[in-house]
């Protein structure tokens, strides 16, 4: 079966999804209003709170949420076959994603700009915003340690792509200051600055002396570098400084110097990059190689699959995005739709696309069954062999595949970037409202909360794992990072249907996907942390039982404080709609 096939059907749903159910949601549910005073406006300071224009915005928005995540996760869940995966997608796209990031973007712009966890207070009292605080906030580092783990790697794979993804920092601040300073508008700078980055990619993929290969400084594989470590640990070690270092300096400049003007070249990298990958199916045509369904699977899809692939399906940490920094800039309430739900779908296209360059890599069926042996095995696959397979879509128009390679691994780092500073910008304003809450008050500082991000966020990535001793940290926490994901999600659409109901709207658009995220989320958590990680099973992991354990701890009592919240709630502690 020709994969072109699966891209127009999944096409055809995502258009669908955001010309008639988005607009559904937006006129009939969230009511969206064009005269309201969005908080960009009301509490514009020039730092976090900035109108920005909505396809900017969509950039800042859409390059932020659409990190590796939605690339990783469908790359390992194609080990249960490519239709369970598609399904989840394109149905997890439209009618959970879409709703869940409008929704939360929407939610916090009505109610100056908070976060997710601050709304928790006002909807379901004070107890669920610490409880909603603290969830978020393991959340947050874990997202820091999986990405931070995701970049160094491919930074130590693909040395290439080091010189382009820095020379992309210096180019934003450029653009940001000309932008700010009315000198211009940003769409010729930043495909400028894309070209560029392009340009020192194809460079140095000829040229070894323009790539920055740690390991080979430290001697190459199996040489000693620092600490005892050998070359490739000590070049991890030191990748997750270095990126420690940048993510402090990026998450506490103003939006508008870093974020948004890098946010806003990422935006076309990633459409330049769909383009490439989507381009390359249609003049390849290749067909499907791997199983429909694989029956012979260890473990079962089901609860599984829908925590595997949390982002490009939903992903609570949208929710984060949305209500923590994009609600901040959104010029118009009526650009919501626009920012959140399309951003959605975008990252549904993403995930679309890899899975189906992980689907048409192999040669055949067997070298995929092969590769993909078990669920352990198909985890640690599949963001090489979604990298090579999108090498070999973008080579199908002629460019050499050591090339594609290079920029596709620019593409995922960019985007894990993104997503790892505003993570950390995201962890830092959490900190410093639990600062807040417990009259802490240097954690409500601005370096301090960040230096607290930071620090845990690279202890946690650089735990001791292996022979090695460090970078194992960011990998150990992809499964849970997954079902914390969700169960994210799954809170955030409570908060939603508990507003949209105390507001006499209709709110089932909301509470079907909920109910239907909380149950699969928390059954998976359940089998996790019983039955594989726990003491007793004779193989535990003590980090993800106590993570997981928290974790699972903490949802269920949000749920119990949210059912009774809806059934005896003050209906005045949110704000009314216009």
């Not at 939006?255 to 003007?261: I, R, S």
């Not at 993800?544 to 903490?554: E, Q, R, T």
């Amino acid at each position: 079966m020709s994969a072109i096939w699966l891209a127009l059907a999944g096409g055809i749903v995502f258009i669908l999804g955001y010309k008639y159910y988005s607009k559904f949601i937006a006129e009939k549910i969230y009511r969206l209003d064009p005269n309201y005073t969005t908080p960009a406006h009301k509490y514009k300071d020039g730092v976090d709170y900035v109108p920005t224009n909505k396809f900017v915005l969509w950039g800042h928005h859409f390059t932020s949420v659409a990190g590796a995540a939605p690339i990783v996760g469908p790359a390992i869940a194609v080990y249960w076959g490519w239709l369970p995966a598609i399904i989840w997608v394109l149905l997890g796209t439209v009618f959970a994603a879409g709703v869940h990031d409008f929704g939360t973007l929407v939610l916090s712009v009505r109610n100056k700009g908070q976060s997710v966890g601050t709304l928790a207070h006002k909807l379901i009292g004070q107890r669920a915003k610490v409880l909603f605080l603290f969830i978020i906030l393991l959340l947050v580092l874990m997202v820091n340690a999986v990405f931070a783990w995701v970049i160094a790697n491919l930074f130590i794979s693909f040395p290439a792509s080091v010189l382009s993804v820095f020379i992309q920092i210096p180019l934003a601040i450029w653009i940001g200051y000309r932008v700010y300073n009315r000198k211009g508008g940003m769409l010729l700078p930043s495909l400028a600055a894309l070209a560029v980055m392009y340009g020192t990619a194809i460079i140095a993929s000829y040229f070894p002396v323009l790539q920055i290969d740690l390991v080979r400084y430290f001697g190459g594989e199996g040489a000693q570098g620092l600490f005892g470590l050998d070359a490739t640990a000590t070049a991890f070690f030191v990748w997750i400084i270095v990126l420690m270092v940048y993510v402090y300096i990026a998450s506490t400049l103003p939006v508008w110097k870093l974020l948004q003007p890098r946010d806003y070249i990422n935006s076309h990298q990633l459409v330049v990059g769909l383009s490439l990958l989507y381009l390359g199916l249609l003049f390849t045509n290749p067909d499907i190689t791997a199983p429909v369904t694989n029956p012979n699977a260890d473990t079962s899809w089901f609860p599984l699959l829908f925590i595997t692939i949390a982002c490009g399906a939903i992903s609570g940490f949208h929710g984060l995005v949305s209500s923590g920094t994009s609600s901040k800039q959104l010029d118009k309430e009526t650009d919501a739709r626009f920012v959140g739900y399309l951003g959605a779908i975008g990252e549904g296209a993403l995930a679309l696309i890899a899975i189906i360059a992980v689907i048409t890599f192999f040669p055949s069926t067997a070298e995929f069954t092969a590769t993909y042996s078990g669920f352990t095995a198909a985890n640690g696959a599949g963001l090489g062999v979604f990298i090579q397979g999108a090498s070999g879509l973008a080579a199908g128009l002629g460019i050499p595949t050591s090339v594609a390679a290079t920029i596709v691994s620019v593409i995922v780092v960019s985007f894990a970037a993104t997503t790892l500073d505003s993570s950390v910008r995201l962890m830092r304003y959490i900190i410093a409202e639990l600062g807040m809450e417990y009259n802490v008050k240097p954690l409500t500082k601005t370096h301090v909360a960040t230096t607290t991000a930071v620090v845990s966020s690279a202890a946690l990535t650089l735990i001791p794992q292996g022979p090695n001793g460090f970078g194992s940290g960011g990998y150990l926490l992809w499964p849970l990072f997954g079902t914390s994901n969700q169960l994210l999600a799954g809170i955030s659409l409570l908060l939603i249907s508990i507003w949209l109901k105390r507001q006499g709207r209709a709110y089932w658009p909301t509470l079907i996907p909920m109910a239907f995220l909380m149950f699969m989320t928390l059954y998976a958590m359940g089998i996790q942390v019983l039955t594989q990680w726990a003491p007793w099973t004779g193989q535990s992991d003590w980090l993800l039982f106590i993570f997981g354990s928290i974790i699972l701890v903490f949802a269920l009592w949000i749920m119990v404080v949210a059912i009774s919240a809806i059934m005896n709630g003050d209906q005045n502690k949110i704000e009314k709609s216009a």
